[in-house]
């Protein structure tokens, strides 16, 4: 169980269009879904927090204009990475929990964007 | 002080050794703890979580915990050449101002050699 799906599984984009990255929990309703950034050699950075119905809480840095996320329903969470440049470039991964923060996290499979 | 500190490795064993991991914490009230494993190119996957001081055992995995040293680490036996991945440790950071978050630490690299 605990399965949580991303779409698409890599993406090349031109600089300046927008990409939209689905994270799907497929067998289980996530209240909560987290969105993180990883750069080669480095540790995930949560970017943003959203639960199901509600705003996300972006982390401090993270420019909320710029990726912008959606999280519609209890198993489906969106983020759009909007007028990508290719210093956006990076690798995206979703997690997915059943309750508020103090769950475990399930990871999807990550979204590496390259922007040319 | 970061919140969760790894060694950051590389970590090599010889195969069928044990590897011991370690992480430390900041957050003396943190009641939950992770280990996840992520391979190169991939993203995190859980391997264990625990919450009570002590050992808890899953196959060749057994994670520890210390809440009084704020320490967790965890202990792979029989280590295997696809046990060579980058293990992250994760804390549950209770936040009285804000939203409680689980906090990642950098990860430790881990080789196994055959």
Known sequence: GAVVSQHPSRVICKSGTSVKIECRSLDFQATTMFWYRQFPKKSLMLMATSNEGSKATYEQGVEKDKFLINHASLTLSTLTVTSAHPEDSSFYICSASWRAYTDTQYFGPGTRLTVL | ?114
């Open chain 2, 1 to 114: 002080q970061k919140e969760v500190e790894q060694n950051s490795g590389p970590l090599s064993v010889p195969e069928g050794a044990i590897a011991s991991l370690n992480c430390t914490y900041s957050d003396r009230v943190s009641q939950s703890f992770f280990w996840y494993r992520q391979y190169s190119g991939k993203s995190p996957e859980l391997i264990m979580s625990i919450y009570s001081n002590g050992d808890k055992e899953d196959g060749r995995f057994t994670a520890q915990l210390n809440k009084a040293s704020q320490y967790v680490s965890l202990l792979i036996r029989d280590s295997q050449p696809s046990d060579s991945a980058t293990y992250l440790c994760a804390v549950l950071s209770i936040r009285e101002t804000s939203y409680d978050k689980v906090i990642f630490g950098p990860g430790t690299s881990l080789s196994v050699i055959p």
